[in-house]
């Protein structure tokens, strides 16, 4: 399988890359490198037996808000899934700079998202967060817990599953899958905390 990991220079985009690799799959990482660089990458690579920037894992450089600057990669790789990490991740940094990141993560989605469904993708998971669901929630907290953020931060990953959830109404060629994580936990690569909220099936 093909696969298109934005953010994939990041903490949860490298290990994903890692396991994606182990699992036989090819690999395109889409990252600004504004937060992050190659590094990881290359280990990643030279665990896996790969060669950074060869067939199996490809990069390109680019913003998720600049599609011209990616879209033709997206199309000639033609990934069958996107694992969508790239994206702003501060509650308190979004409340300096709200727009920034209600720009980033809302609209940044949308556009990586017409670039999959333009390169044929049929599957998307969405990196939310438990920040949508405030700071009131009961603990431990339920899958269908009300969701009541308080940030802007925490608003703009509910506005993006909710525009992934309005792009699927209407096309429906794609499944999307969200899981709302909530602290990264363990040394293994593959453990992560967090519950998948939403999964719309293609049709």
């Not at 934005?6 to 395109?28: E, I």
């Not at 950074?52 to 879209?71: C, I, K, M, N, Q």
């Not at 269908?144 to 792009?167: C, F, I, N, W």
């Amino acid at each position: 399988m093909r696969v298109l990991v934005t953010g994939g220079a990041g903490f949860f985009g490298s290990h994903t890359v890692s396991v994606l690799l182990d699992a036989g799959h090819d690999v395109l990482v889409l990252d600004s490198l504004v937060s992050s660089t190659t590094v990881p990458l290359e280990r990643v690579a030279e665990l896996a037996g790969a060669t950074f920037g060869g067939s199996r894992l490809r990069f390109h450089r680019a913003d998720v808000r600049e599609p011209t600057s990616y879209r033709e990669a997206v199309v000639a790789f033609g990934p069958d899934a996107v694992v969508h990490f790239a994206g702003l991740k501060s509650p308190t940094e979004s409340l300096a700079d709200p727009a920034f990141y209600y720009t980033v993560n809302v609209a940044g989605t949308a556009t990586v998202v017409q670039a999959a469904g333009a390169a044929g993708a049929r599957a998307f998971l969405f990196s939310s967060s438990a920040t949508v669901y405030g700071d009131e929630a009961p603990v431990p907290v339920g899958e269908d817990a009300a969701v009541a953020p308080v940030t802007p931060y925490g608003h703009s990953k509910l506005m993006a599953e909710q525009v992934l959830r309005h792009m699927h109404e209407a096309g429906r060629h794609m499944g999307v899958a969200v899981p709302r994580y909530f602290n990264p936990s363990g040394r293994s690569p593959r453990v992560v905390s967090g519950r998948i909220r939403r999964a719309f099936p293609p049709t």
